[in-house]
T-cell receptor, first 109, second 114 residues
């Protein structure tokens, strides 16, 4: 069974700092990997989708990488802002979605 | 982009009552819809997958007689929590996919059972 783990569980950084969120998964036979953000009490906002044949995707200040062989993905956030404060979820996709446990990010002004 | 809505966004009910949650794809035909549950401080867990016109497929540990799923049309799926109890209090999120495998997520429904 696919298990998805995210480290750290919580992270607090000062505004402007660059940061990396980690996601690891146990079964490398994935179709895609997707990063989401979830604001408190809200649904999911898709950030980046990496197809299994790709190694990274970029959108604005966000960069996500994927290493299937090692079962890892990272989400890099450059120049963090208070508006980035949210829970970040990664999900590996093998027909269905397997979600990680999330990283709660707080960016301190 | 594709939009998925859920109604209601928040519901509070008494123990023993049934609650229906709707999931709609607003601008595409959803051949498959998924229902997830998220307990506080935990991640999303898939409850069931439904294809239009077919019976839903439930994940292990999810009671199909308690969580009734109907996917009667290509734009609507409903989840009915029957005889709800406080332990059913959770955040329920649906997602929908059409001709591609991309899933579009709804905004979620917060269920509180008193």
């Amino acid at each position: 069974k696919q298990e998805v783990t995210q480290i750290p569980a919580a992270l607090s950084v000062p505004e402007g700092e660059n940061l990396v969120l980690n996601c690891s998964f146990t079964d490398s036979a994935i179709y895609n990997l997707q990063w989401f953000r979830q604001d408190p009490g809200k649904g999911l906002t898709s950030l980046l989708l990496i197809q299994s044949s790709q190694r990274e995707q970029t959108s604005g200040r966000l960069n996500a990488s994927l290493d299937k062989s090692s079962g890892r993905s990272t989400l890099y956030i450059a120049a963090s802002q208070p508006g980035d404060s949210a829970t970040y979820l990664c999900a590996v996709i093998i027909v269905q979605f397997y979600f990680g446990t999330g990283t709660s990010l707080t960016v301190i002004p | 982009g594709a939009v998925v809505s859920q109604h209601p966004s928040r519901v509070i009910c008494k123990s023993g009552t049934s609650v229906k949650i709707e999931c709609r794809s607003l601008d595409f035909q959803a051949t498959t819809m998924f229902w997830y549950r998220q307990f506080p401080k935990q991640s999303l867990m898939l409850m069931a997958t439904s294809n239009e016109g077919s019976k839903a497929t439930y994940e292990q540990g999810v009671e199909k007689d308690k969580f009734l799923i109907n996917h009667a049309s290509l734009t609507l799926s409903t989840l009915t929590v029957t005889s709800a109890h406080p332990e059913d209090s959770s955040f329920y999120i649906c997602s929908a996919s059409g001709r591609t495998d991309t899933q579009y997520f709804g905004p979620g429904t917060r269920l509180t059972v008193l």
